[in-house]
């Protein structure tokens, strides 16, 4: 909380309440200065050399003087290694068991008295000294990890460590979470603590509500995943290398991870960008399938106020033709900012509002924060503490901190009896008539006008029974939050799937469901940030996200607010969501001109709706996320991987959004192959850059020649929308159809596209072979 935050916190708390937000953050560095003593001397520890070596099915265990390291790699080429007795369980990441080790890959000697294991798709090496080598089955180096370092108390405690890695010198990063500055990841220090930034945030601002220590890496010898799995509190300092940098001689690219605790262990997931992302999904669970309703565009405001005002922006959307599907409501809807409450004076009848709503098509979302108001009497508190399922201090006793509804109680995620208590706290949300949530403030907040803005570190979490304090369940609060709302409805509800997306997380979160960028700024670079976000989640398999279309706080100019809509067109969560104090968010707030340009991109985001249930399937199927960088096919173009203004939807269509004021072309770099500009039906041919026009009308978006794409037609009937492929060479494209919001099966149709006699054909591909498409189709492109 900065100084002006904590004024709106005055004013919209209280005086009283206000004020006890700057005592409130006295109470983390008492409690901590207690219950945390210093570290004192510590003792520097490194492996050592190498002892003796203990094969095991996949790999084994390699001793050394001062350290043991444990090497797993699994059938499907997922490479483990743990120092100093780390397992891979238990882990807050991983979906279930760890992946069965390959009982053909065995540990054997290597060159210079170091061992490897050799297997299909991956070959790991760890020399005398204890650096860890991953390579491709060819035997080039895609990734060394030096000898890792330890700092240990001598009178005894967590040691911190520091793991520095070596990648190729043409290398890029990606990932860490959502990174506002990516999604390339420049030369930097990043930190793995989850954070709200306490207002609005930009590309600068670093590090923000989700964090996680998963590194993708991009290089001419191929693409890796690496996964530190470790929740604590730490840092990556990355740097790119050089390539002929001193004497001719290649600098690499380093990572170096310092974690303040915790294990040193890592998963290192290696192929294409696809087959990583979906070794990922393996490993860490399949993204939940959000409902159909949840691809369509979204309205929210902090301040509806009432029941009026909602219905005054709906009838607003349907007076005006402009599809809506669904609409949030913020804390404003609380009675008195109360977490599972309704203000009986603004809304009399939330039941009845929201059948209304329903029943034309709309349907309601309700934000969920975790902080309890602790008062004696109200439910929900009295309920937390009959369950134990508060978070404590070293002496037992609750810990508090300053929220919206004043002095509050916080729930510990990390245990299981308190995530079944908070799940069943959802029926009340169910009998109010939503039919989703979004998790708010969960990393966890507490208002302080300096430091974390989160709880006291020594606070004592159960941490599944283990025992622990905040230094390793902050991370994955919202996580445990996210699993307890999943859970929670789905018991509650067991033939829809939950939506649900979560403002904090870590890795694994997909479980669970999405997210959203949070409080973006309202500004041109906040516009910039909010396609970093989504592109970094993504690769960090976290495939449904998107921005506070127009920006969280400050009023954008109608050209900046259309820009971001057309660009929110395109991506996963398409929901515009504005502060109190930053004005409105409905197209028609911005003139006429903008209104027409926005029903323009809601009329296609609308036709392009099977599109994006396809997309979520094949998420789900495979990890792959619905909005990928341009390199995503062709990683080893240099030109693609630096890249960050365009972005590919799916397998067929690139999307160049307007970023900068005032432009009306833009230049736009294309992956190999031929491309259509879908408004003039122009083609180009890639890789290579051309200039686009891009009138305030609409942006930029080619599709792949050959794409096969399922799109709604005037009726509203599923049909096909084919762009010619060229001669010689076939397309196609996968399908699944919409079948409903419970969990029936989804079968992924595959059509295929080719030239026939200047005729495009179009058929579907079977097990009995190529067949009628059965749909109706239309075909572009061929007039280019």
């Given at each position: 909380?900065?100084?002006r935050?904590l004024?709106?916190?005055?004013?919209?708390?209280?005086?009283?309440?206000?004020?006890?937000?700057?005592?409130?953050?006295?109470?983390?560095?008492?409690?901590?200065?207690?219950?945390?003593?210093?570290?004192g001397?510590?003792r520097?520890?490194?492996?050592?050399?190498?002892?003796?070596?203990?094969?095991?099915?996949?790999?084994?265990?390699?001793?050394?003087?001062?350290?043991?390291?444990?090497?797993?790699?699994?059938?499907?080429?997922?490479?483990?290694?743990?120092?100093?007795?780390?397992e891979?369980?238990?882990?807050?990441?991983?979906?279930?068991?760890?992946?069965?080790?390959?009982?053909?890959?065995?540990?054997?000697?290597?060159?210079?008295?170091?061992?490897?294991?050799?297997?299909?798709?991956v070959?790991?090496?760890?020399?005398?000294?204890?650096?860890?080598?991953?390579?491709?089955?060819?035997?080039?180096?895609?990734r060394r990890?030096?000898?890792?370092?330890?700092?240990?108390?001598?009178?005894?405690?967590?040691?911190?460590?520091?793991?520095?890695?070596?990648?190729?010198?043409?290398?890029?990063?990606?990932?860490?979470?959502?990174?506002?500055?990516?999604?390339?990841?420049?030369?930097g220090?990043?930190?793995?603590w989850?954070?709200?930034?306490?207002?609005?945030?930009?590309?600068?601002?670093?590090?923000?509500?989700?964090?996680?220590?998963?590194?993708?890496?991009?290089?001419?010898?191929?693409?890796?995943?690496?996964f530190h799995?470790?929740s604590?509190?730490?840092?990556?300092?990355?740097?790119?290398?050089?390539?002929?940098?001193?004497?001719?001689?290649?600098?690499?690219?380093?990572?170096?991870v310092?974690?303040?605790?915790?294990?040193?262990?890592?998963?290192?997931?290696?192929?294409?960008?696809?087959?990583?992302?979906?070794?990922?999904?393996a490993?860490t669970?399949?993204?939940?399938?959000?409902?159909?309703?949840?691809?369509?565009?979204?309205h929210?405001?902090?301040?509806?106020?009432?029941?009026?005002?909602?219905?005054?922006?709906?009838d607003g959307?349907?007076?005006?033709?402009?599809?809506?599907?669904?609409l949030?409501?913020?804390?404003?809807?609380?009675?008195?900012?109360?977490?599972?409450?309704?203000d009986?004076?603004?809304?009399?009848?939330?039941?009845?509002l929201a059948?209304?709503?329903?029943?034309?098509?709309?349907r309601l979302?309700?934000?969920?924060?975790p902080?309890?108001?602790?008062?004696?009497?109200?439910?929900?508190?009295?309920?937390?503490?009959?369950?134990?399922?508060?978070?404590?201090?070293?002496?037992?006793?609750?810990v508090?901190?300053?929220?919206?509804?004043?002095?509050?109680?916080?729930?510990?995620?990390?245990?299981?009896?308190?995530?079944?208590?908070?799940?069943?706290?959802?029926?009340?949300r169910?009998?109010?008539?939503?039919?989703?949530?979004?998790?708010?403030?969960?990393?966890?907040?507490?208002?302080?006008?300096?430091?974390?803005?989160?709880?006291?570190?020594s606070?004592?979490?159960?941490?599944?029974?283990?025992?622990?304090?905040?230094?390793?369940?902050?991370?994955?609060y919202?996580?445990?939050?996210?699993?307890?709302?999943?859970?929670?409805?789905?018991?509650?509800?067991?033939?829809?799937?939950?939506?649900?997306?979560?403002?904090?997380?870590?890795?694994?979160?997909?479980?669970?469901?999405?997210?959203w960028?949070?409080?973006?700024?309202?500004?041109?670079?906040?516009?910039?940030?909010?396609?970093?976000?989504?592109?970094g989640l993504?690769?960090?398999?976290?495939?449904y996200?998107?921005?506070?279309?127009?920006?969280?706080?400050?009023?954008p100019?109608?050209?900046?607010?259309?820009?971001?809509?057309?660009?929110?067109?395109?991506?996963?969560?398409?929901?515009?969501?504005?502060?109190?104090d930053a004005?409105?968010?409905?197209p028609?707030?911005f003139?006429?001109?903008?209104?027409?340009?926005?029903r323009?991109?809601?009329?296609?985001?609308?036709?392009?709706?099977?599109?994006?249930?396809?997309?979520?399937r094949?998420?789900?199927?495979?990890?792959?996320?619905?909005?990928?960088?341009?390199?995503?096919?062709t990683?080893?173009?240099?030109?693609?991987?630096?890249?960050?203004?365009?972005?590919?939807?799916g397998?067929?269509?690139l999307v160049?959004?307007?970023?900068?004021?005032?432009?009306?072309?833009?230049?736009?770099?294309?992956?190999?192959?031929?491309?259509?500009?879908?408004?003039?039906?122009?083609?180009y041919?890639?890789?290579g850059?051309?200039?686009?026009?891009?009138?305030?009308?609409?942006?930029?978006?080619?599709?792949?020649?050959?794409?096969?794409?399922?799109?709604?037609d005037?009726?509203?009937e599923?049909?096909?929308?084919?762009?010619?492929?060229?001669?010689?060479r076939?397309?196609?494209?996968?399908?699944?159809?919409?079948?409903?919001?419970?969990?029936?099966?989804?079968e992924?149709?595959?059509?295929?596209?080719?030239?026939?006699?200047?005729r495009?054909?179009?058929?579907?591909?079977?097990?009995?072979?190529?067949?009628?498409?059965g749909?109706?189709?239309?075909?572009?492109?061929?007039?280019?």
């Open positions: 909380m900065d100084g935050e004024v709106r916190s005055v004013k919209v708390l209280g005086s009283v309440q206000g004020l006890r937000a700057a005592r409130a953050a006295w109470r983390p560095r008492r409690t901590d200065a207690r219950a945390l003593p210093p570290r001397a510590e520097a520890r490194m492996p050592g050399p190498m002892g003796e070596v203990e094969p095991l099915p996949g790999g084994g265990i390699v001793r050394f003087a001062r350290s043991e390291l444990r090497i797993s790699v699994s059938a499907g080429g997922t490479v483990f290694w743990g120092w100093d007795g780390a891979p369980l238990p882990s807050y990441a991983l979906a279930g068991e760890a992946p069965e080790p390959d009982p053909r890959a065995v540990l054997e000697p290597d060159t210079e008295g170091g061992w490897r294991v050799v297997s299909e798709r070959t790991v090496a760890v020399s005398r000294h204890g650096a860890v080598e991953v390579r491709t089955p060819g035997g080039v180096v895609l990890d030096l000898p890792p370092r330890w700092w240990e108390p001598v009178g005894g405690g967590r040691a911190r460590w520091v793991q520095r890695s070596e990648v190729a010198a043409d290398a890029r990063f990606f990932g860490l979470g959502g990174r506002a500055g990516g999604p390339r990841l420049r030369d220090s990043y930190r793995l989850n954070t709200d930034p306490g207002g609005g945030f930009s590309p600068g601002d670093d590090p923000l509500y989700i964090t996680m220590p998963v590194q993708l890496v991009v290089a001419d010898a191929g693409t890796h995943l690496a799995d470790n604590w509190d730490g840092r990556v300092l990355l740097a790119e290398g050089e390539e002929g940098a001193g004497s001719g001689h290649d600098r690499p690219g380093t990572s170096e310092r974690m303040d605790g915790g294990p040193l262990r890592c998963w290192v997931v290696v192929g294409t960008p696809a087959r990583v992302l979906h070794g990922w999904a490993l669970g399949a993204p939940a399938l959000p409902p159909s309703w949840a691809l369509g565009p979204q929210a405001r902090w301040g509806f106020g009432s029941e009026r005002e909602v219905r005054r922006v709906v959307y349907r007076d005006r033709g402009l599809p809506l599907s669904v949030h409501l913020d804390i404003d809807h609380y009675d008195g900012h109360r977490v599972f409450t309704v009986r004076e603004r809304f009399p009848d939330l039941p009845g059948k209304e709503l329903r029943e034309r098509g709309v979302v309700s934000i969920v924060d902080a309890v108001k602790a008062e004696p009497g109200d439910a929900v508190y009295e309920g937390g503490r009959a369950a134990g399922a508060f978070v404590r201090d070293d002496r037992g006793e609750e508090r901190g300053v929220v919206w509804p004043g002095e509050c109680a916080y729930p510990d995620f990390t245990d299981a009896r308190a995530r079944t208590w908070w799940g069943g706290l959802y029926e009340e169910l009998r109010q008539g939503f039919s989703g949530v979004w998790h708010d403030m969960n990393e966890p907040v507490s208002f302080a006008p300096f430091g974390d803005r989160t709880l006291p570190r606070a004592r979490h159960s941490l599944e029974g283990r025992g622990g304090d905040h230094r390793e369940a902050h991370n994955v919202g996580l445990g939050m996210a699993r307890a709302g999943y859970d929670g409805l789905r018991r509650l509800r067991p033939d829809e799937r939950p939506f649900l997306f979560s403002r904090s997380g870590w890795a694994g979160m997909q479980r669970y469901g999405g997210t960028s949070g409080d973006v700024s309202s500004g041109w670079p906040g516009l910039r940030a909010s396609l970093a976000l989504v592109l993504g690769l960090c398999g976290v495939p996200s998107g921005p506070d279309v127009g920006g969280f706080d400050g009023s100019s109608p050209e900046l607010f259309l820009r971001w809509y057309q660009l929110g067109a395109w991506l996963p969560l398409f929901r515009t969501h504005a502060a109190i004005g409105r968010r409905e028609w707030e003139g006429a001109e903008v209104l027409e340009h926005a323009a991109a809601l009329a296609e985001r609308e036709r392009m709706r099977p599109y994006f249930v396809s997309l979520s094949l998420a789900r199927l495979t990890g792959a996320p619905y909005v990928r960088p341009v390199w995503w096919g990683p080893e173009d240099r030109a693609l991987r630096d890249c960050e203004d365009a972005f590919l939807l397998d067929s269509l160049a959004p307007v970023l900068s004021p005032g432009t009306d072309r833009r230049a736009v770099r294309l992956p190999r192959g031929h491309w259509y500009d879908t408004a003039t039906g122009r083609a041919d890639g890789p850059q051309v200039l686009l026009d891009a009138p305030l009308s609409r942006v930029p978006v080619l599709a792949r020649a050959g794409a096969v794409i399922p799109v709604r005037e009726r509203g599923l049909s096909l929308e084919v762009w010619a492929p060229v001669a010689g076939t397309g196609g494209g996968l399908v699944v159809r919409d079948n409903g919001d419970g969990w029936e099966p989804a992924v149709e595959r059509y295929q596209s080719r030239l026939v006699d200047g495009v054909v179009v058929e579907r591909v079977t097990e009995r072979g190529a067949e009628e498409a749909l109706p189709v239309r075909v572009r492109g061929l007039e280019s």
